[in-house]
């Protein structure tokens, strides 16, 4: 299948302070790009959807200004967690999808945890 | 109300046995499809299997098959021949063309315990 990589894989941050993370399709063009949220034992949580050149589509109460989504290019999204409060830790995963059709897979990142003291 | 539900929280599996791990979804959206992904400790999402909801037949995909009740609104995982490596938590998903295909929704997941 095709791969998708995150880095970082692990971060830890002070309060108050902003962290990256990128989501990178490494084999083929993604048009969209997805960023989920996991809660330890729990589903994951689409939080915005991000189509390369245009404003990312956030989910019903996820704070725009705080978790900053960039789509650059066909091949890489960012996701930045802006003044990060300890109840930002969480398991954040990225997906790519290279269409739009129904049988286009999502493919995901290998995700990275973040914990904020 | 919940679009993907998995009523299993938890199945235990000797190894080289068959599970079914339970999905059922609700959409009034003649159009979607339906997906599995399997979660090991790691964190990373592996794609396992799709069914479209057109699809006449049943996919499998080795030891993966998925058995697609329309009627129902089941699609549920059979894991034939378990390995120890299977051993992780199973997520069914759904997509819908009312979303442009674009919305993976996901069910709570269903952590699989193989033993030796």
């Known amino acids: 299948g095709a791969v998708v990589s995150q880095h970082p894989s692990r971060v830890i941050c002070k309060s108050g302070t902003s962290v990256k993370i990128e989501c990178r399709s490494l084999?083929?063009?993604?048009?969209?790009m997805f960023w989920y949220r996991q809660f330890p034992k729990q589903s994951l949580m689409l939080m915005a959807t991000s189509n390369e050149g245009s404003k990312a589509t956030y989910e019903q109460g996820v704070e725009k200004d705080k978790f900053l989504i960039n789509h650059a290019s066909l091949t890489l999204s960012t996701l930045t967690v802006t003044s990060a409060h300890p109840e930002d830790s969480s398991f954040y995963i990225c997906?790519?999808?290279?269409?739009?059709?129904?049988?286009?897979?999502?493919?995901f990142g290998p995700g990275t945890r973040l914990t904020v003291l | 109300a919940q679009k993907i539900t998995q009523t299993q929280p938890g199945m235990f599996v000797q190894e080289k046995e068959a599970v079914t791990l339970d999905c059922t979804y609700d959409?009034?959206?003649?159009?979607?499809?339906l997906f599995w992904y399997k979660q090991p400790s790691s964190g990373e999402m592996i794609f396992l299997i799709y069914?479209?909801?057109?699809?006449?037949q049943n996919a499998t995909e080795g030891r993966y098959s998925l058995n697609f009740q329309k009627a129902r609104k089941s699609a549920n995982l059979v894991i034939s021949a378990s390995q120890l490596g299977d051993s992780a938590m199973y997520f069914c998903a759904m997509r819908e063309r009312r979303t442009g295909f674009q919305k993976l929704v996901f069910g709570t997941g269903t952590r699989l315990l193989v033993s030796p």
């Open positions: 959409t009034s959206d003649p159009s979607y499809g």
């Open positions: 069914q479209g909801s057109y699809d006449q």
């Open positions: 084999d083929f063009q993604a048009t969209t």
């Open positions: 997906s790519a999808s290279s269409g739009e059709t129904l049988t286009d897979t999502q493919y």
